[in-house]
């Protein structure tokens, strides 16, 4: 048994044991492994814990790829424009009002839950740039397991760029998260910089040691959990056993996300503003030699586009064949000559020559 274990062990355990669903017990197991001492003598109730860590989400992986091979059809929404966001919430936190205040659609709005039944589409103007919103009926608790529509509902989340989420409440905002956890959407982080490949080679190979926060043996058992006994590993970040497991589950997504409070107090321009910055985009805007630039049709472009990558976005009349380019607003000076290596930046207007 454990040696030396504090009372936050015990109460997770008793919760473990009384635990329904696999996702409390994952949610107590892993609290269990937090709270457990860490020295030799646990050794052994370490690499049980996370064995048993391993399993359950292993288990649980493959459940949710079967829920959404079952759920027959989807209810998914085309793609239209520069980018799909999904608004989601608990019902009346304000979901059809903001699309009614930032798009053309024509939707219920009113204050009472479940007015809207089906996904509703709109499309936002953002300086040119068009951004689909999906009114994504109300999610409730236990919509991951299926309950009111709730997976495809979820299916819908899923399948946007990014993701708003209305709420009243703290409370109502976590369940959201939550739900949304459970069904393999994370929000409000990133992919943790952790890469492990499967190498065919016998052994286990691991750069970045030092950011390491457990024994490399420990890290044996949570690989060996998912069937994996070759590997090589990259820590790029402090690494817990708990982001080891979740990268381990390759049916994960990780989506931007806005969170807004109902009533909104944020100005509509901001908020326009916000919502496009969650497709992780920009704009940029042409113009031709002792020409205006074109505000009214930017270039939308991923971030991190190079200069070099332009002519690929551009108008038929615009010269092909690129021999260099200046930029008004990133750079140092106005109309600076750049190289094609140069990353353009938000709001930046090119001129080619
Ligand atoms: N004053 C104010 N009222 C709001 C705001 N957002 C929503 N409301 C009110 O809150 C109620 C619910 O708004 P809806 O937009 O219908 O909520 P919903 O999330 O779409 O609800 P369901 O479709 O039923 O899930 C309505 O009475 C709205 O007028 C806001 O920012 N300010
Ligand atoms: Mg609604």
New binding site residues.
Partial sequence: MATNAGPEYFQAKEKYEQAKTAHEKLLYLQEMHKFAPKHKASEKLLAELTWKIAQLRKEMEKEREQSKKSTGHSINIKKDGDGQIA?L?????????????LTNAE???????????QPEVGAMEYKGAKVQLV?V??IVEGSSEGKSNGTQLLGLARNADALII?YTSDEEKNSVINELKKSGIIVGREKPRITIKQAESKGITIGGKQHMKMSEKELETALKGFGIHSASILLEEETTMEKILEVLDTNLDYKNCLFLK????VKEPELRTQIFGLLNKILVYTKKPGGKPDFDSPMVMKKGTLVGDVPQHLHKDMAKNMKYARIWGSTKFEGQRVSKDYELKDGDVIEIS
């Fill in positions: 608004i919430g608990f019902p009346n936190t304000g979901k059809s009002y903001l699309l009614k205040m939707v219920e709005v009113a204050p009472y839950p479940f007015t809207t039944m009114e009926p109300a209305t109902c009533p909104f107090t």
